[in-house]
């Protein structure tokens, strides 16, 4: 599979651009990270990508392992079928338990008037277990915190078994161990063939996964390698700080550091 984007421009107001001609594209297993200040459209750009949004130019589309070619506009169950999407804010007023919200994500592959089944609880089970929520699974969605309902936006995303799976700054309000778990759980995911798209406001993040990732700069979307993409030039630019690249030999990788002599 692979998801495809191909010159998008969009605009609320029919005149001023949030970004122009974005082209992307994400192979199987793949982790492509998108960063980009606050207020750039990050998110008005995945969402886009998924069909929640329907940009003024260009054109969307996943290509399926055997061929067959899905767009948001005239396929858009089946297309919306294929993607896990994790959302940045959640409503919060849900009395359901942790167990019955994340076993939405099941909603996609039921029939009409279907309630999920056995397989559909096992595989939610089993999700919950990764994601270190299968002790409080009982407990209602409303009382978790912030960290939590983060936690299980994203499982309800992956019990639904999409080839592609988006996430809107999956790690915010978390912890430093649950941002690792989270993390981890990409890792996993990529290594399963299942392509993942996030945004991000920490570069080390993107470093980290090593692979494709955008940096959305004056209204274009720059896409490449992180090594060639993220940049002590780039990142200046784009949080208006001095920031130093630095290697670190015990963990063989790259970190970014606010410089300490400015």
Sequence with gaps: MRLVAKDLSFTYDGEHYLWKDVSL?????????????????KSTLIKSLIGFLHPETGSVFLELDDG?????VDDAKEYTKHI?????????SYSYTIRDYVVMGRAVHLGLFSKPGKRDYELTDEVLQEMHLYEIRNQSFNTLSGGQQRQAVI?????????????????NHL?????????????????RGISVVLTTHMPDQAMYFGSICGIMLHQH????????????????ELYGIDIKMIRVPGVRRRICVANPEC
């Design 155 to 171: 499982a309800r995303a992956i019990v639904q078994q999409p080839d592609l799976v988006v996430m809107d700054e999956p790690t």
């Design 175 to 191: 912890d430093y161990g649950n941002q690792y778990r989270v993390i981890e759980m990409i890792e996993k995911l990529a290594a």
């Design 68 to 72: 067959t070619v899905l767009n948001p």
């Design 84 to 92: 896990g999407y994790a959302p940045q804010m959640q409503d919060s």
């Design 221 to 236: 979307l720059y896409v490449g390698q992180e090594a060639v993409i993220i940049t002590e030039k780039t990142l200046r």
């Design 25 to 41: 594209t994400v192979h199987k297993g793949e982790i492509f990270s998108i960063m980009g200040a606050n207020g750039c459209g």
